[in-house]
């Protein structure tokens, strides 16, 4: 099941390959991107309810590794290398599941919206669209290092594309794709160090990522100061480049507004989420001690980037430049999560008496994860509506607009939904997220919380003051007199987000319920006994 | 049995928000009745609950209607769940809210109907371009409200409260855009109502951080959010347990004091005040909404919702509520003497809404529950109806500025008769709405500030004396508008022909306003207190001592006549003022001989220029000090990461093109030259590098694999040593 999910849009862009005609790759690749999209929606409903699934009924790997992931959902391993003891392992659980499911919703919706709006070299755009995804999904399934890093690396080239050959000529594309490019790939470099030590230094060597933390506290890697440490930093960058983290966020910026629509939808949407993933899926459980001791460091980081990014957002003049900071705002709430739950020591975790603090830690992923969601579903929807604005004026300058409520109402009202969405009014999908991790950081990272609060205030200025009052209030121009408002296509593209942005925010259980069941696992194996 | 259906009462109104915006929009007509029966709807369950707690007595103070069956998020090994609470002053809210929305929708359907003169001359009468979405927004706005009051949990109170700041900044902006071919306002006006909507949303989103803030201490220290569980004999007790998180303060006095600040900021007190009077730019329907049964009493209802929890950091020794009857107290004088140099009709009622907020939050703040509530509840039906009858002279001259009106009850006498009515009330005169609940602020203040049996206490002496002296400044003022207004001759010849008597569907809801705001007042006289005996006898879920209640004696009836004098008092000022001498057409106003008070007055003391955003009649506006401080940190902040964070990644970028063309040279001069006739392999090494700068990725990926190579050998190479 998670391999098609994973490999079937890399089939797909092969299929592309060999298509005749710009109209038959296009229908094709939005129909083949919602088989992906089919089968995690029905794997995200089903496979709680069918308890066979629990177990590895798709593994041919050693009994170690089984026992090691009792805990991920539609397991499957295969030996793949196995002299260097490598498998093709792959599993899910409640927190990666939402973040595929995303995944494969916003590339349909990407392509849905493309097949509209690209009309130069368009067997390749679909293709290496496709394979992005793959390399994506690939990220969030598996469960061996080795292979997480290929995956890492594969969605890093077709991105580097998009920016680079279908990005807006006066943004510098090539200058952003390349920053972006090496940047992430510095940061990998860590990455793949520190995943080559953890090969080294486990008993038996391995690069499964369940059987890594469950032999964690017996092992060389973990127990020798210096190279949990040293491993550790090689992950963080990695990580903190790709969130991005202040102060590795400069390339997101340049690369988010030479974009082109779609590409910013799935950077922000999507890409950025790897490195929050990489934070739960391995920081955490993998190194508790080591996050501990930086949580109060990487926590500040933190603070920073959602305080100064609200600020850098509020100077700016581009409407694209001004969401990518945003997003630098936003993600800086993830990272405050992850690193408050990390700031709970060994005691907290174990000790029922203290119980408060197993449920604040617990409540602080979780608003992290979600957060990771919406702000892929909010960020995504922002992007698409950039991209529309700037498809019918073609300017980005903020300076420029005014008064579009009255001349393009639907567009104005679904812009002012997500615009509240994002800076986080309740009743909206933005505030559950933010409210979990500001309550689950202040019992553990309270001085740091108390700062981050005032980035809200700050949050709001800048999309009221910037965004709506810049786009849609004010008197309306001579000069857009004619501006279409938005065609059931774009409407199409923009209605199911705004549905999981209302949803999520009314009644955000169905969601949370999925997220916690693996978020008190992972808390439980951050314990050391 | 009603009170199980007490979740569909804010159903209602949101589903017709739902269907207007989704559905109906287009159709101007339709959406009203479909608002106005979401409405009518909801107000039939809220009486059957409101009778049937009415029939529950005050038993219902401790055992309120409850229950709490939905999971909205689970957290570790609990979850956080919504659902209802009913307690006597919920279910006296009850009663109000709905009532008020009500009156208030029916009379939006003729306001929003706007009247200009055509180019041949004839007058026009044409819906507002937005009918519908005002509807839409109002019914959001009520439905958020409902929601509020029934809210059994304070997560689920908090984000029906941040609904109602977006509907407040929806439809205090209603007027903030316009298309090109509209012409029912013009661009001064788009322009104040723009920022006064920006201003609006960012001041109380200040309190709203901080009572989210004061919130999740709450979650943390106590453990739950949930009404009924936080106000249970552990519950608050659970605060006292941890370290006392800065020296002296405790949590409690702590946690109180930040909630406080979301009312501060949501009920206009100072110094968060300064949004309220902006706030006037919205249609005159919204000002009634946020000024009577909305916004401004949902910050009000927050305090009388934790006030367990004020009273017991007052049982430990905190100053929570100290810091409620000063700071309530100091506003109802201060915005009450603002209010005397506004020429604005509705900028008038606006600090007086304001000043009477400063009287509920003092007597919650001294302890006297039930006056305080009481007046929330008096208080919506007046100032509703003083701003629908504003807002009708308003419609009829076509004018806020009162110093262009004048004599106008000849041409409007039902609209004047009403007015007249809710001016009464807001005096304090007897029998009306605000006599009955102010002269029991005022007793309050009286007796347990002065013939308290614990001594005298400074603190409600002061409350006292701010209160009464407030007082006569608002009989003042009012009667100032009165006489301006009403009474004299016209000042302005031709807004005077354009006046008329209000339709029926505007002047209906002003009756029933009227009627309600006569006979309110008799549900707590001193003689018959029977809401003092539903909201107070029995306490609060959480509190079950009864308020203190005195029966009628000596010193009520000198309140009475006290509080009576003062009234009187304040009108016949005004009326040496403003009656005796009617103000002329061009005269400026008396009290502009006072000089520089004057000008301290009318601008409000400048504080919009401290720390506000001063919004001018022509539609610019001025940021004050400490926004212009934001604005130029956000710009220092902007051009530190181009020039400092960006420039040192794209000095390493540099530097390693540096380095990969002195590579190259090197290669090219030193190599080349020593290792003659190996050229194909430097020219391999220099093509290599020269990848660097032309991005052919495959090779950066080689890169990348071959450094972490050379990297896991050095790593190797440490272990084995």
Known sequence: MLSAITFLPLLGAIIILFLPNDNAIKRFAIL????????????????????????????????????????????????????????????????????????????????????????????????????????????FVSLDLFLFYIFWEIGLVPMYFLIGIWGHEQDRPQYAAIKFFLYTLAGSVFMLL???????????????????????????????????????????????????LFPFHTWLPDAHTAAPTAGSVVLAGILLKLGGYGFIRILLPMFPGTFNSFAIGIGALAVISIVYGSLVAMAQTDFKRLVAYSSVNHMG?????????????????????????????????????????????????????????????????????????????????????????????????????????????????????????????????????????????????EKWVNLPDLRGYEVLTLVPLAVLMIVIGIYPNWILDTINAATEVILKTMASV | MVQNFTLLIPLFPLLAFAIIALLTRSRNRLSAWIAILGVILALALSLGVFLEALAEGAELAVNPFYGAPIVWYPYGTATV????????????????????????????????????????????????????????????????????????????????????????????????????????????????????????????RVGDVLLMTGMILLFITVGTLDFTQMFSPDGLNNMLLGEPPIGALQWPTLIALLIFGGTVAKSAQFPLHIWLPDAMEGPTPVSALIHAATMVSAGIFLVIRMYPLFVFDSQTGGFSMQTVALIGGFTAIFAAVLGLAQNDIKRVLAFSTVSQLGYMLAALGIGAFVAGSFHLITHAFFKALLFLAAGAVIHAVG????????????????????????????????????????????????????????????LVQ???????????????????????????????????????????????????????????????????????????????????????????????????????????????????????????????????????????????????????????????????LLVRFVGLLSRFSYWFDRTIVDGLV?????????????????????????????????????????????GNVQNYALIAVAGAMAFAILFLLRSFT
């Open chain 1, 32 to 139: 083949w991107s919602i088989i992906p999209l089919a089968l995690a929606t029905v794997a995200w409903v089903v496979f709680p309810t069918w308890p066979e699934f629990t177990m590895m009924n798709g593994s041919w790997c050693s009994p170690e590794i089984n026992a090691a992931s009792l805990e991920y959902y539609l397991g499957e391993c295969i030996p793949w290398i196995p002299a260097l003891g490598i498998q093709y392992h792959v599993g899910i659980d409640g927190i990666s599941m939402p973040l595929i499911w995303l995944t494969t919703l916003l590339t349909t919706l990407s392509l849905f919206y493309s097949a509209r709006n690209i009309s130069t070299r368009v067997k390749e755009f679909f293709a290496l669209f496709l394979l992005l995804e793959t390399g994506m999904l690939g990220v």
């Open chain 1, 194 to 244: 520190a995943i080559i030590a953890l090969y080294l230094f486990s008993t038996p060597n391995t690069f499964d990522i369940p059987l890594l933390t469950a032999t964690r506290d017996n092992s060389v890697w973990a127990k020798d100061v210096l190279i949990s440490t040293a491993a550790f930093i090689g992950f963080f960058l990695a990580f903190a480049i790709k969130m991005p």
């Open chain 1, 333 to 477: 709430f993830v990272v405050l999560g992850f690193a408050a739950a990390a700031a709970l020591t060994n005691e907290q975790l174990i000790n029922p008496e203290l119980g408060n603090y197993f449920n604040s830690g617990a409540t602080a992923i979780n608003g992290a994860v979600l957060a990771m969601f919406t702000h892929g579903v909010i960020t995504g929807g922002l992007f698409f509506l950039v991209g529309m604005l700037y498809e019918r004026t073609h300017t980005r300058e903020l300076a420029q607009f005014g008064g579009f409520m009255a001349t393009v109402p639907i567009y104005g009202g679904l812009l002012l939904l997500t615009a509240f969405a994002s800076l986080g009014l309740p009743g909206l999908a933005g505030f559950v997220g933010e409210f979990l991790v500001l309550r689950g950081s202040y019992t553990t990272l309270t001085l740091l919380t108390f700062i981050a609060v005032i980035g809200v205030i700050f949050t709001a200025a800048y999309f009221l003051w910037r965004v709506v009052q810049k786009v849609l209030l004010g008197k309306a121009d």
């Open chain 2, 81 to 204: 769940n919504f659902g209802w609470l009913v307690d006597p002053m919920g279910s006296a809210m009850l009663f109000m809210v709905p009532t008020v929305c009500l009156m208030i929708f029916i009379y939006s359907v003729a306001y929003m109907r706007h009247s200009h003169t055509g180019k041949d001359g004839h007058t026009i009468h044409e819906d507002d371009p937005r009918y519908a979405r005002f509807f839409a927004l109002i019914s959001l706005f009520t439905g958020s409200m409902l929601l509020l009051v029934i809210s059994s949990n304070l997560l689920q109170f908090f984000i029906a409260w941040e609904i109602m700041g977006f509907c407040s900044y929806a439809l205090i902006g209603f007027w903030s855009f316009r298309g090109l071919k509209e012409h029912h306002i013009d661009d001064a006006q788009v322009g104040r109502a723009r920022a006064a909507s920006i201003k609006a949303f960012l001041t109380t």
């Open chain 2, 399 to 458: 004018t806020n500025d009162m110093l262009k009106m004048g004599g106008l009850w000849r041409k409007m006498p039902i609209t004047f008769l009403t007015f007249l009515i809710g001016a009464l009330a807001l005096m304090g005169i007897f029998p009306f709405a605000g006599f009955w609940s102010k002269d029991e602020i005022l007793l309050e203040a009286l007796r347990l500030g002065f013939f308290s049996e614990s001594g005298a206490a400074p």
């Open chain 2, 462 to 624: 002061f409350v006292f004396i701010s209160l009464a002296t407030a007082a006569f400044i608002t009989a003042l003022y009012t009667g100032r508008q009165l006489f301006l207004t009403f009474f004299g001759k016209p000042r302005d010849q031709h807004f005077y022909d354009h006046a008329h008597e209000s339709p029926v569907t505007i002047w209906v809801p002003l009756a029933i306003l009227a009627l309600f705001t006569t006979v309110i007042g008799f549900w707590n006289t001193p003689f018959a207190p029977a809401f003092t005996g539903y909201v107070g006898e029995a306490g609060l879920v959480g509190l079950p001592v009864p308020f203190e209640h005195h029966a009628f004696d000596q010193l009520a009836l000198i309140s009475i006549f006290v509080s009576l004098g003062i009234a009187f008092g304040g009108l016949f000022v005004a009326y040496f003022i403003y009656g005796f001498r009617p103000v002329g057409a061009g005269q400026p106003d008396p009290l502009e001989r006072l000089g520089i008070i004057y000008r301290a007055l009318a601008s409000k003391f400048w504080l919009d220029e401290l720390y506000g955003y001063k919004i001018n009649l022509d539609g610019t506006a001025r940021a004050g």
């Open chain 2, 650 to 694: 794209n000095l390493v970028g540099w530097f390693g093109r540096i380095m990969a063309r002195l590579w190259g040279w090197f290669d090219k001069h030193v190599i080349d030259a020593i290792v003659n006739g190996s050229g194909s392999v430097t020219g391999e090494i220099a093509g290599w590098w020269r990848t660097m700068q032309t």
